[in-house]
């Protein structure tokens, strides 16, 4: 490869996945990069090789599978000696370990581990021993780290799994920001002709909860606080956008108590759905920096979250949303309850979080931020 181009391969390691870079990868394109973007996913699917950017698809699972993995980190091996990148960039646990891990083999110059979360913080045994050795094995194959948060970053070196050196955190964090020209606010009327469209009521606050339906991201949470609000009287519509992934039975009860829960799998049309809600719910065990949230306050729209790694930094405290104390259902209960009676507070919530989402998390910002440090990799030593 000559001198002069300047490659680029990022990577995660789910299709479902490919939403985490944004629009950083034609970001790059525009800039001048010869951008790839590996993960699994089928041989071909159209529309994705577009802005400059090449896909490859290649296997991987996400749980440890021995054999799958070996193949998966030699289909990498070929991939990175082909393209010769200067710079690889690979975030979610399974990507990062194998692909860091052959880029440091194929000798890559710069290779950037996106850090958005630590799946250890959940677990506890062997499972978490596991889990902190591969955290350790990306670390050291990278010569970078980009945290996605302050919190996370801090969190990462108290665990001390990479010297702090190593670690850092671009602008106000968030792995891709967020594009304000598709998430905004609706005029009332709009909002009333969408509410009626998806048979929510019209002057019932909606309670709204988009991600992974799960124990990690507290579905537990989600169901004590409909009851607890039911219990008191309080009136609301349920409305879940996403998956329902291991907490089908706690799903299946949200619909005994109150109003059927609404429910739409997962759209690529997400923002439409957060211009209906008047609060957002992001009772998660661990986070690396909610992009819900920064989502849902682009639309206007208030959260409340756990103190958890990462959602701490998502949310200014009683001025764009609440910040509950991790593991307290019944709390996070009566937050919510109380929010809810406090709809001139919500609105000036809302009106804070927007200000600040335009301010700090625009797309467009974190996209500078982030080319800004992979063209200063190019003028230092790994």
């Known amino acids: 490869m000559s001198t002069q181009t300047k490659r680029i391969v990022f990577s995660v390691t789910s299709e479902i996945s490919l939403s985490l870079l944004g629009g950083i990868p034609r970001s790059m394109a525009t800039r001048g990069w010869d951008v790839h973007v590996v993960s699994s996913g ?38 990175l000696l082909r393209l010769e990148p200067n710079v690889v960039v690979i975030g979610t646990p399974k990507a990062a370990i194998l692909g ?19 799946r250890m913080e959940a677990s506890s ?22 945290a996605v948060s302050t919190s996370l970053a801090q969190e990462y070196l108290a665990e001390n799994l990479a010297p702090p050196a ?17 998430f905004f606010p609706l005029s009332p009327a709009a909002m009333a002709r969408d509410k009626a469209r998806l048979a929510l009521s019209a002057n019932v606050p909606v309670l709204g909860f988009v991600g992974r339906f799960s124990a990690d991201k507290g579905a537990d949470a989600i169901l004590a606080t409909r009851r607890w609000l039911v219990r008191e009287g309080t009136d609301h519509e349920l409305l879940i956008v996403g998956a329902i992934e291991d907490s089908e039975q706690i799903f299946r009860q949200l619909s005994l108590v109150g109003r059927p829960v609404k429910h ?40 409340i979250v756990t103190a958890t790694t990462g959602s701490v930094d998502a949310i200014v405290h009683g001025q764009t ?13 009566v937050a919510t309850s109380d929010l809810l009676g406090e ?24 996209e500078h931020d982030f080319a800004s440090f992979i063209q200063a990799l190019r003028h230092t030593n790994a």
């Open 42 to 79: 089928p041989s071909q699917k159209p529309g994705l090789d577009t802005g400059g950017v090449e896909h490859h698809w290649l296997p991987m699972v996400r749980e440890p599978r021995l054999v799958r993995d070996l193949w998966s980190f030699v289909l990498w091996l070929k991939i």
């Open 100 to 118: 860091l891990v052959a880029a440091r083999l194929a000798g890559t110059p710069f290779r950037v581990y996106h850090l958005r979360g630590l």
């Open 125 to 146: 045994g062997l499972k978490r021993g596991f889990l902190r050795f591969a955290e350790r094995l990306t670390a050291r194959a990278a010569t970078h780290i980009v």
């Open 166 to 182: 190593k670690v850092s955190v671009l602008g106000c964090g968030s792995s891709h920001g967020v594009d304000t020209r598709q």
């Open 264 to 303: 739409v799998e997962w759209t690529d049309q997400v923002a439409s759905y957060y211009r209906l809600m008047d609060l957002l719910l992001l009772p998660s065990r661990r986070e690396g920096f909610p992009n819900v949230v920064l989502e849902a306050a682009a639309t206007g729209v208030p959260s």
């Open 321 to 333: 949303g609440l910040v509950v104390e991790t593991g307290s259902i019944e709390k996070f209960a």
């Open 343 to 366: 709809r001139d507070l919500r609105l000036k919530m809302g009106e804070k979080a927007l200000a600040r989402v335009r301010a700090f998390y625009r797309s467009e910002i974190v």
